[in-house]
């Protein structure tokens, strides 16, 4: 049947010189056009850094402006421009004007492409063009695909464990469900979990989410951001956390972020919050005077024209942080102002200079990035540790929870 139709079209086709020409010309405008996308899309680390040569005078200009009531004493200004990128409020990459500069339109593409088309019904928007390998693709409109909307206002919880992890990781989330994730009281204060993550890509994506939707189900601790899930986009990971926090669980009053390979000690941690600042606190493990790692080989490297300082400011370790949660909306509020670096932690220590607030040491128990070797005594004296390779983790657990003295 189709043989028989196309031989016939085609000969329609060839019959009218000026509609195949007109035909042509729309698969040579298709193919140019592809093509150019394709090489904008190519280029994401050309583009940031010429984008960084050509504005850093006028970044200067904006930075000379605010360094006069900035707080921060050990900066001196390069002429590579003050690259963290504090941008006056006016400039917000969330307003619905044309962004003004190469950087905000890079960031915002997507969403500025979406309000276009439907305030004026044309495609005028430019091709979406990657924010390169250093910066993430925040701020943006990111939806919740998996969502818990109640669970907050029901259980009213003091504070919120956020495990970031991700959705392939269903053992890691038993492991914490069977173990430290399993204590809802603590102190008399209720203490809520929920696990992070964001879209899984590849081959069996779909069978993933719909495994999800399974575990969901059962458990209903599953948040899911559609944001691709990978390690580039832990700033997005953090910042989407943010985002629902301030929006479905504004009334407790703290937050913990946690990675999944953790052991917690959740009856030390509700011990040190009730003695804890209700507002501007974080803590965890703080990081001073953290240098910028230049090696492009290293994991958490950041090229001078991406971040020209050479030491961080204070910022709390990412595989634990508390934070109050009157910060939520804060640090959202001032990631507008601070250009989205990949590397998480360090985002949240550039955000909290923003607000002039430090991260402090907590006050008592301890935070360890190194696996503390497990003993009763030591585990009853810390907050959170790295778990240590090969060791059972609810094993770890039910030994620790055993009654009986720990010392
Ligand atoms: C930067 O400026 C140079 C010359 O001034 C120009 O050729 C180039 O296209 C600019 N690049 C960007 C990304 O604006
Ligand atoms: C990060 O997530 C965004 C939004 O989903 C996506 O466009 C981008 O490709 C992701 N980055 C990486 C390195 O996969």
């Known amino acids: 049947m189709e043989n028989g139709v196309r031989p016939a079209e085609n000969r329609r086709c060839f019959g009218f010189s000026r509609r195949h020409s007109l035909f042509l010309l729309l698969v040579l405008g298709v193919v140019l056009f592809v093509y150019c996308t394709n090489i904008r899309d190519m280029g994401p680390e050309w583009n940031a850094k010429e984008w960084m040569k050509n504005h850093s005078v006028k970044l200067l200009t904006v930075f000379g402006k605010q360094s006069t009531v900035s707080k921060n004493k050990g900066f001196t200004g390069s002429p590579d421009g003050n690259t963290t990128a504090e941008l006056p409020e006016t400039r ?75 959705p392939r990781n269903r053992a890691h989330r038993d492991v914490i469900r069977n173990s430290w994730g399993s204590e809802k009281l603590a102190n008399n204060q209720v203490v809520a979990l929920f696990f992070l993550l964001g879209m899984q890509t590849g081959d069996d994506a779909e069978q993933v989410h719909q495994q999800l939707l399974q575990e969901s189900k059962e458990h209903h601790d599953l948040i899911q951001g559609d944001f691709v899930d990978c390690y580039k986009n832990l700033t997005i990971k953090t910042m989407v956390m943010l985002e629902w926090l301030n929006s479905y669980c504004s009334s407790a009053a703290y937050a913990m972020k946690i990675d999944s390979d953790m052991f917690l000690n959740v009856p030390n941690l509700v011990n040190l919050l009730l003695k804890a600042p209700r507002t501007n606190y974080m803590t965890g493990l703080v990081a001073h005077g953290g240098a910028v790692l230049r090696d492009p080989k290293s994991k958490w490297f950041l090229p001078q024209e991406i971040f020209s300082e050479s030491i961080y400011p204070p910022y709390a370790l990412g595989l634990g942080y508390i934070l109050s949660l009157d910060l939520t909306k804060k640090l959202i509020e001032a990631s507008r102002h601070i250009k989205p670096l990949y590397i998480e932690d360090v985002y949240l220590g550039l955000c909290m200079r923003h607000l002039g607030i430090s991260p402090t040491d907590p006050s008592s128990y301890s935070f360890h990035v190194f696996p503390l070797s497990y003993s009763r005594c030591a585990y009853s004296k810390i907050i959170a540790t790295t778990c240590p390779q090969n060791m059972d983790r609810v094993w770890i657990w039910r030994d620790f929870k055993r009654p009986g003295r720990h010392c």
């Not at 019904?121 to 409109?141: D, F, H, K, M, N």
């Open 92 to 166: 917000s990459v969330t307003t619905t004007q044309e962004p003004s500069t190469r950087w905000q339109r890079t960031v915002s593409s997507r969403a500025t492409k979406k309000t276009l088309e439907t305030q004026t019904g044309q495609r005028t928007a430019a091709p979406y063009v990657s924010p390169g390998p250093y910066l993430v693709e925040y701020p943006y409109e990111y939806h919740f695909t998996i969502n818990e909307e109640l669970k907050c206002k029901q259980e009213k919880p003091f504070v919120v464990l956020m495990v970031q992890v991700a």
